[in-house]
């Protein structure tokens, strides 16, 4: 596969909330970007706030801006704080720092895309992502 | 019904795309939005081009500004442009005035969301929306 | 009086929905700006759109900006669209040049803010606004 | 209730401010969102500084951004201060993550909208919220 298209977002968001009711956890929103960080595909379930689009897809476009996921974001706002913040302004303040935006790449290691997941603690939101890639047969970089 | 569900809209998209394959058109992106305008489900067809959420997103956005379908804010820029420039300001430029964001209504006449389409002509986009709001047997406003 | 006081803008909105009532209006949207232009009250009625707060505030906000009421605004930008749109401009988006954003004055011709209505057509949001102040004993400048 | 109408959040209003003035808090501005976070009613006492609309609206729409009261956003401010940071940027600078956005809830749970407010201490300014969605007979979340 060289290029994600909706069909493969669509496997990849079904995957994604079968895991998460497995797991039982709150509603949750989703983004699947194109390896240009525009959406291909968003779902938000019903009772997931508002501003929950904004941060799914923040996470991914997080994990694109990097070229890895967003747990290597998080982690590096705790040891650069200033980088990360440096990061918010350069993007126009477009990037969500926390575990659960995932990088989908092919067996090649080529980028397709990325998957941002919110609305569960970041952890599980994470979890969801690595499901619904791993569906999907592509490999996730959670970073 | 008195929410737009994450299930209804997917109802609402499948049909509109069905719409457009029936019709023949050129690869679409559809929002659909809450009452608030917040994003319940955004879908870009493949090869469909990278601004497609941001313009479908703006003419649901449009819709539900001026309480009726983007048809209305199309006919006001040409009577009125000075008006539409202004709401293109005090919305931080989210809006797109151009036929294809309609209102979903229910039965009551209480508005549940909007629909925006974009990919081919104006027209056609509003009649995909059209199409896809019937399906879910709701009542679309136009403008 | 000096200042618009919270007591005064209520009287200013309740005679201005009162008016709206026996005219049969849509619902309206109304907001209260001091002199300054920030905001004192503000109130939405059931079933007026989500942007209206925004052109409301930006009608109050047009007529602070150029020192009489937002109908010379609307005729400028008829005449002089240039400069109506270096206001939107300069204002950061923040003006709608409608009629319907009217200045509140005292006897002295002194400025103590403004009102701006939306919902209705443009000539029926500025006869409320004009009802509002008169019955706060106050003088109205349309533009 | 299944819809916070202007004379539900007038209620809320008026009690916030009577809990106000038996706790002798300095003035106060409140705003009362509607569940898209769009203003219904916005109230700013005499005395209230200028920032005020925009700070009470932040709280507000902090609350719906996450689904809880800004509490729990204030915690979160401590313990991953890169993730508030994070949603500033992505709202557009539209939150503020201190108590005082409270949500308002029907007994079924379902989020009617929010209370901002803002004048006094952040707990001062939270117990106001509380008391005036009780005063209608609906539940607060605090976070």
């Known amino acids: 596969m060289r290029k994600l298209t909706l069909s493969t ?42 501003m929950r689009p904004q941060i799914a897809t923040g996470k991914a476009i997080g994990a694109l801006a990097v070229g890895t996921g967003t747990r290597w974001l998080n982690a590096n706002a705790e040891s650069r704080p200033h980088f990360v913040n440096a990061l918010n302004g350069v993007s126009g303040g477009a990037i969500v720092p926390v575990p659960g935006g995932v990088l989908v790449k092919n067996d ?21 992502a690595v499901a619904g890639i791993a569906a999907a047969s592509l490999v996730a970089d959670c970073g």
Chains 1, 2, 3, 4 share one sequence.
């Open 108 to 128: 090649e290691g080529e980028t397709l895309g990325a998957v941002g997941i919110t609305g569960d603690t970041s952890d599980n939101d994470e979890a969801c």
């Open 9 to 50: 977002a669509e496997t990849i968001i079904s995957a994604a909330f079968e895991k998460a009711a497995e797991l039982n956890l709150k509603p949750l929103t989703v983004a699947v970007l194109d390896a240009g960080g525009h959406a291909i595909l968003l779902k938000r379930q019903d009772g997931s706030s508002i």
